[in-house]
T-cell receptor
Framework: QKEVEQNSGPLSVPEGAIASLNCTYSDRGSQSFFWYRQYSGKSPELIMSIYSNGDKEDGRFTAQLNKASQYVSLLIRDSQPSDSATYLCAVRDYGANNLFFGTGTRLTVIP | DTAVSQTPKYLVTQMGNDKSIKCEQNLGHDTMYWYKQDSKKFLKIMFSYNNKELIINETVPNRFSPKSPDKAHLNLHINSLELGDSAVYFC????????????FGEGSWLTVV
């Protein structure tokens, strides 16, 4: 089983602040990286994917990938209470049919 | 228009029973999955099918048997249920295996008493 580790949390930030979520992975062969958001009692939903080193921005979300350090992060700017959820990091090898998930980081945005 | 739908959403059953969870996707995907999420929220692959063929079969008890009648359906049958089988089971699907997004169903909450 490949290892995907996330900062354990829970993480609390005030509304309007930047939330930083971190993830490391063990397999250098990993090629695709994903961040899923899971609200309590709901299914995971994809919010960001990243495949190349560097930053990828989508609205208030920025994913950062550093393959040399085997590290991927998610920054949420101007955090809102509606961002309160568990964030799951997932990695996938090239040609693989499976995602390996981290254990998730619970984020709470305090109004 | 539910993309990945699974039934039932909630299931409470006694130890020793046999139960099935059904999954259907209308996204035209060719790969389907079953994931198990335990009480600590860890999401782990159980099975993956591509065009009705089993391609991933992680270490799960053989009491769990997936069946894919066609590439739009992947059902999960569980025999002789045990307390430790209590979890949320998520069906998912994707197009191919080139890193495309995996979409999840709403989950089936199984409680074994």
């Amino acid at each position: 089983q490949k290892e995907v580790e996330q900062n354990s949390g829970p993480l609390s930030v005030p509304e309007g602040a930047i939330a930083s979520l971190n993830c490391t992975y063990s397999d250098r062969g990993s090629q695709s990286f994903f961040w899923y958001r899971q609200y309590s009692g709901k299914s995971p939903e994809l919010i960001m994917s990243i495949y190349s080193n560097g930053d990828k921005e989508d609205g208030r979300f920025t994913a950062q990938l550093n393959k040399a350090s085997q590290y991927v992060s998610l920054l949420i700017r101007d955090s809102q209470p509606s961002d309160s959820a568990t964030y799951l990091c997932a990695v996938r090898d090239y040609g693989a049919n499976n995602l390996f998930f981290g254990t998730g980081t619970r984020l709470t945005v305090i109004p | 228009d539910t993309a990945v739908s699974q039934t039932p959403k909630y299931l409470v059953t006694q130890m020793g029973n046999d139960k099935s969870i059904k999954c259907e996707q209308n996204l035209g995907h060719d790969t389907m999955y079953w994931y198990k999420q335990d009480s600590k929220k860890f999401l782990k692959i159980m099975f993956s099918y591509n065009n009705k063929e089993l391609i991933i079969n992680e270490t799960v008890p053989n009491r769990f048997s997936p069946k894919s009648p066609d590439k739009a359906h992947l059902n999960l049958h569980i025999n002789s249920l045990e307390l430790g089988d209590s979890a949320v089971y998520f069906c998912a699907s994707s197009l191919g295996n080139s890193g495309n997004t995996i979409y999840f169903g709403e989950g089936s909450w199984l409680t074994v008493v």
